[in-house]
């Protein structure tokens, strides 16, 4: 059944078509662009032969041939609108799966939510901590690993039969967070507290993430090699290979990002070819430490309206950052207001 959603891609891809598409993204990724907000397209639609199902988010969990459809229901619907989002697909498991791999429980939202699922907190969490310190780097086929590897084995092999679905549909890399984000999760409702009473140990633990962040991805990039000096993620390009996710960020004073993010964020970055970071909610307060940081390439927010975007401007584009996926709305105020964009926002 999953063969007819595969031929229809693969009969509308036109690699003429793609193949621009990709060289204006990266264009815009090298900061070729000179002016304006960066918002590409495909010259025209390309209509599904047939009716594409919407699969939902927890029948996909288990089901590998349906996530697949869930994920290429997305490359269809920007085939047929003519957007500029690159065909993308990913090992869509949530945010659990670092967690996973030190014993987090996962925690499945209600089916008709149509929402990835999350993990529940370590029990006992500075203690589990202390004993997962002794351990050292999990099993990487723990939890949600050995099937999120499973899962990119599963694109690779489907897409090996149709030359342009494996050559213009990127598989990007999965959601393993960050650092910060990945030890909030484990740790729980005790966290925030115990970055002043458990410094220490925060910072060890930290460490164990990364390093076993930067193990799972040159697992992970055995089964997807990476492209030569950029990445898709979430169908944009930016330079670098990684997307690190700073959501929890956003709840720490500059001076604790100086502490317990920018150089643990800084290690990923060294060791695995640069990239991006994201963030949603209020980061205006921590962009200038994401500016300073090497191998910074792009940066995705949400919720510009929480932010001063003028702070963010200053800091990402003026510094030759490229801003990815911001609202359009934010943008065409700022062009308003004057603001020179430098050719390094995109909006959809």
């Known amino acids: ?26 264009t815009f990724a090298d900061g070729g662009v000179a002016e304006g907000v960066f918002s590409p397209g495909r010259p025209r639609p390309s209509l599904p032969s047939l009716e594409w199902p919407h699969v939902l988010v927890n029948d996909a969990l288990d089901d590998f041939d349906a996530m697949v459809v869930q994920q290429l229901e997305d ?102 967070q960050g650092p910060l984000s990945a030890c909030e999760m484990l740790w729980g409702g005790s966290f925030y507290v115990d970055l002043y009473d458990k410094a220490d140990l925060v910072r060890d633990f930290l460490s164990l993430i990364v390093e076993t962040y930067i193990r799972f991805m040159r697992r992970w990039e055995q089964i997807v090699p990476p492209l030569d000096g950029y990445a898709v993620h979430w169908s944009m390009l930016h330079r670098g290979r990684i997307m690190i996710r700073n959501d929890a960020a956003t709840n720490l004073s500059p001076a604790m990002v100086d502490e317990f993010v920018c150089p643990f964020d800084q290690r990923l970055l060294n060791e695995l070819g640069e990239g991006a970071i994201h963030f949603c909610g209020r980061g205006d307060h921590f962009i200038e430490r994401v500016g300073r940081m090497s191998g910074v390439h792009a940066v995705n927010m949400t919720q510009p309206a929480l932010n001063d975007l003028e702070t963010i401007l200053r800091h990402t584009v003026e510094r030759g950052i490229n801003l990815i996926g911001l609202e359009r709305e934010a943008a065409e105020e700022a062009l308003q207001q004057g603001r020179n964009l430098a050719g390094r926002v995109h909006c959809w």
């Open 75 to 176: 490359c269809s619907q920007a085939l047929a609108e003519g957007t500029g989002a690159l065909l993308a697909v990913r090992c869509n498991y949530g945010t659990a799966i670092l967690p996973s791999l030190f014993g987090a429980e996962p925690f499945l939202m209600d089916r008709n939510l149509d929402t990835l699922p999350a993990c529940r907190p370590l029990p006992d969490s500075a203690e589990t901590v202390r004993r997962l310190l002794d351990r050292g780097v999990p099993d990487l086929n723990a939890g949600q690993g050995g099937v999120v590897f499973r899962m990119g084995e599963h694109y690779r092999q489907l897409f090996a039969d149709y030359s342009k679905l494996s050559k213009y549909v990127h598989i990007y890399h999965p959601d393993l």
């Open 1 to 26: 059944m999953i063969q007819k959603y595969l031929e229809d891609l693969e009969t509308r891809i036109d690699p003429t078509v793609e193949e621009e598409l990709f060289e204006q993204w990266k």
